[in-house]
């Protein structure tokens, strides 16, 4: 079953002098429970992808359809739940609250979602407990590691069960001991849960580990590759 | 919410040092500008004390002539039922006859103009209520030499009281607070103190052919207590008014203005004295509510226009310099202020607008992960009324102590300063205002600015492009 059906995506940023076309066509579709890498040189599109996915931004033309919910279709504030309902980011720079807790920055999503106290609460010490980071849950961002706050934002964006989670270049940032530990925790949480992964990444630890390669160049698909 | 607020104030915390000088800017601006208020309030209130509640009362009834031409022969004639009908308003709290002229006061050949007043000694007691004001104790030469043939006294008093040589107290309480005495100082030796100065100054009975002389006044006239002044003035419709009177004591007026040419006499004798038959030259009228004075004003000149002709003035009216004085002192204290509020604004303005450059990134990921934007704005809104609220309260926590000692024990002013406020018919003391409607209207300018302030932020969030944001 398809999550995300893409359909002649085209993105153009218009500059002063030139357009330039960012996304070129593009047709996509990922399944549920796929843990996908989307490669590519620099400027070739996929974070533009990512953020069209995400709904952070729109498409020139093309549509895209998540979960049966054709993004075009909602206004920002739509978006903003559809977001919080449906979407788990993981960001290059973890980007947590830094006045939170870790046990508050992955509960805080949850209560966003109105979701009931005692459920907050549990889910919460799970997800953490998940990653790792049981240990860790009163520690605030600066009291963590690069991979301990990228397993942090990880977890936040499993605390809303959202539909997939898109994770934008989650290892720049990280040492190897951390990138692997956190590719392990996001094959197994894969694996087990069928939780939907969209990497866009430049690092090759990543792409070994993908069940699927997707490679931008200028904007287009050159290669779908399923392992 | 809960959470929402937890963040707001931990992310007020997160760039302390911002916060505390932006709070402190806020502080300060609080703390000076009630300061100045209170001293500004202050001192008017003490100015209509010395003025209004002490003798001329907030509303006064007259002959609709005696306004333009304040002479007795615009007096009117006045009955038990008119005091009723006017007491019968429910803000009138208070109301004495009075008739004023002005005559001249001689003892010896010491001669002065002065400003007689014909009251009756029992309603004057609800209106400047003089037997407070009667001098009791005199720190006269021979007094000081008998407290200290008796030997009983520390010498450091004894130098506090030769300081204070020829000064009048109207209470024992007063005597206190000038010599600055502890409890255990009163008990033992202020019995000593008040035997040896007791003066025996005597208020007015209904039909006393007596008078009381003002303490500034029957210095220069040189007369005392059992001493006599004769009076020389003209009566009503041109009569020659002559008298002589004995002094049944001395009064302490709070305005140096009245203090220097006041006499009080009996309504009776002042009546004999002028020629006058059931007649007065003003009713005076104090009020439950001072607030309420112009509504009060009009209702009694409607409830008495009826039956006479009469005129309600209200003290502004009767008193237009000092009302003019008190408007554009305020004025120029008012623009001080908003000059402080305007600097202050500013200072919370460059800090939001640092606020959001520094957090554009955060905000971006915050409404990419879900968060309405709506509570993004709570957020960031709640952090700087929580700053303004911060200094607010330690602004006015600081400034709260200051205020109450400035009230109980005002400043005496000095010097020129001093002089010039007496020239103008003032005691020179600058007390403050205690806590009232000025004290927590800073702090609601203050949250009114900050709200304002607000706007820069919420329409940065709302405009915010969650791409541009994300990408720094």
Known sequence: ?227 | MKKIIILAWRNLWRNKRRTLITAASIFFAIFFAILMRSFQLGTYGYMIEQSIESYTGYLQLQNPDYYDDPSIDNSFGYNQQLIEKIRSHQNVKSIAPRIESFALASNGIQSKGVLVSGIDPDAEKEISNPIHRLIRYQFTEAAIDKMKQNGNLPPDLMAKIESCKNNTYSSEAKIELELELDDESTNKYLPIITHYSHFNSQYLTSSDNGVLVSDRLSRYLKVTIGDTIVLMSQGYHGLSAAGIYPVRGIIKMASPDLDNKLIYMSLPEISEFLGLDQQVTSMVINLNNNDEMMQTQTELQTLISNDHQYAVKNWEELIPTLKQQIEGDSIGGQLFIFILYVIVFFGIFGTVLMMIAERKREFGVMIAIGMKRKKLSQIVSLELIFMGILGIISGMIAIAPILLFGHYYPIRLTGEVAKMYEDMGFDALMPMALFDSYFFSQGVIILIMILIVCIVPLRSIKRLKVIDALHG
């Not at chain 1, 153009?12 to 996908?36: C, M, P, R, S």
């Not at chain 1, 359809?65 to 960001?91: A, C, E, P, Y």
């Open chain 1, 1 to 227: 079953m398809n999550v995300i059906e893409i359909k002649n995506l085209e993105k153009i940023y218009n500059g002063t002098a030139i357009q330039v076309k960012a996304i070129n066509g593009v047709d996509l579709n990922i399944e549920e429970g796929e843990f996908t890498a989307i490669v590519g040189p620099s400027g070739s599109g996929k974070t533009t992808l990512l953020n069209m996915v995400g709904g952070l931004d729109s498409p020139t033309s093309g549509s895209i359809v998540v979960d049966k919910t054709d993004l075009s279709t909602l206004n920002q504030k739509q978006l903003v739940d559809f977001r919080l309902h449906n979407i788990g980011f993981v960001f290059q720079a973890y980007n947590l609250i830094p006045v939170l807790t870790a046990k508050e920055n992955v509960s805080f999503i949850m209560e966003m979602q109105g979701a009931p106290k005692d459920q907050i609460a549990k889910r919460t010490r799970e997800i953490l407990e998940s990653v790792g980071l049981g240990n860790r849950m009163n520690s605030r961002p600066n009291q963590l590691s690069g991979g301990q706050q990228q397993r942090v934002a990880v977890a936040r964006a499993l605390a809303s069960k959202p539909k997939f989670i898109i994770a934008d270049e989650p290892t720049a940032n990280l040492d190897s001991k951390s990138t692997e530990n956190l590719l392990d925790i996001m094959e197994e949480l894969n694996r087990k849960e069928n939780i939907t992964f969209i990497f866009s990444t430049h690092d090759q630890r990543v792409v070994k580990k993908a069940r699927r390669v997707i490679v931008l160049e200028d904007g287009k698909i050159v290669k779908d590759e399923k392992k």
